[in-house]
């Protein structure tokens, strides 16, 4: 098995090579404390995105991290999606929810000692390296370029996650598959890779560890489980995907991959009708409309291209046994059709 797991296990405390994506802008706290107690990684995700004050993302965040610290025992992560104003300026609920997480930390107690990672993604947050570092959170940089891999870890970034263009939600401008990102990333650096985009079962946990990666994360295989608390038939939807449902469209942050729908059709007119402030609050709207009600045809469905090779709903923690299970199965079946020949 990769050693680069073992580094990874020291860092974050986990029994299993396995993370939860993270993913919003409805909650996930629910689903974060069933992996973690599963032997995976949670990962909280912030809350809203728009049309909020500093106040309320502090509250809600530090309500959410506390919320899993008391539904699990197990270490577990948040993540923080990295946007900037034009001038170039951290977006509110970067710096908020970023300076949040720290506070936890340092203030100590159960939520700080379990709360181990903080994962920044769809952007870089340098200006925070430090004071994540000192805060004594593991940092983890989401990326989608092995140019921006060595430059987050050149900044400091204790953990990288290589995450390829099939992935779901905000994705990358310009893409990059994980079969062909992960390796290179994984190569160019001496760091935990953790490995994420089109992954679902223990083949693709085989595939990351057998290239030398820390561990797979996934978002959308975890979308499809018993505990996660979005609507059920959003859950339905993953499972009835089928071959090339998926699709590209402008995001909040950067590009998103969700599935075909009439929302889909609704953006363009959107866009052209309403402000860039009064476009971002319809679109977190429309994906919150899917997640929390359930209207899988007027809500945007973010998921990843993925969603067509999953066709159940089990609890997290059949899926982390039976992925894990896999894995170990295949690398070791794989390992004995590799034995060196023997002499003539």
């Known amino acids: ?87 170039g300026e951290l977006l509110l609920v970067s710096r908020t929810c970023i300076d949040e997480a720290i506070s936890v930390k340092r203030d100590g107690g159960k939520a700080a000692e379990q709360l181990r990672a903080i994962v920044t993604s769809a952007g870089f947050a340098g200006e925070f390296g430090s004071a994540i570092r000192e805060s004594g959170l593991v940092h983890m940089a989401k990326v989608g370029s092995v140019r921006h891999a060595v430059k987050a870890a050149d900044y400091g970034a204790d953990v990288i996650i290589a995450s390829g263009y099939e992935m779901g939600g905000h994705t990358h401008a310009k893409g990059v598959h994980t079969m062909v990102l992960a390796p290179q990333v994984i190569g160019a650096l001496d760091l935990p890779v953790v490995v994420s985009g089109g992954i679902c079962d223990g083949r693709g946990l085989a595939a990351v560890l057998a290239m030398g990666g820390a561990a797979a994360a996934m978002g959308t295989r975890f979308i499809a489980t018993r505990e996660h608390q979005w609507h059920q038939a959003y859950k339905q939807r993953i499972v009835d995907a089928k071959e090339w449902d998926d699709v590209v469209y402008g995001g909040i942050y950067a590009p998103i991959r969700g599935l075909r729908n009439d929302a889909i059709a609704a953006l363009d007119k959107a866009r052209e009708t309403l402000s860039p402030t009064e476009f971002q609050a319809w679109e977190e709207e429309q994906i919150r409309v899917a997640q929390r009600d359930g209207d899988v045809e007027r809500g945007l469905l973010v998921a990843g291209q993925v969603s067509a090779a999953i066709h159940d709903i089990p609890t997290v923690a059949e899926l982390v046994t039976r992925i894990v299970t896999q894995a170990r199965e295949l690398l070791s079946a794989s390992a004995s059709v590799l034995k060196e020949p023997a002499c003539p």
């Open 1 to 87: 098995m990769s050693h680069m797991w073992r580094r990874f296990q020291d860092l974050v405390g986990v029994e299993y090579p396995v993370m939860q994506d993270g993913m919003g802008p409805s909650p996930t706290t629910y689903l974060a404390a069933a992996v973690s107690a599963a032997g995976g990684l949670g990962t909280v995700s912030c809350p809203s995105i728009v049309n909020t004050s500093e106040d309320f993302l502090r509250k809600g965040f530090r309500g959410a991290i506390e919320h899993v610290a008391s539904n699990t025992d197990r270490p577990f992560a948040v993540n923080v999606p990295v946007g900037r104003t034009p001038d």
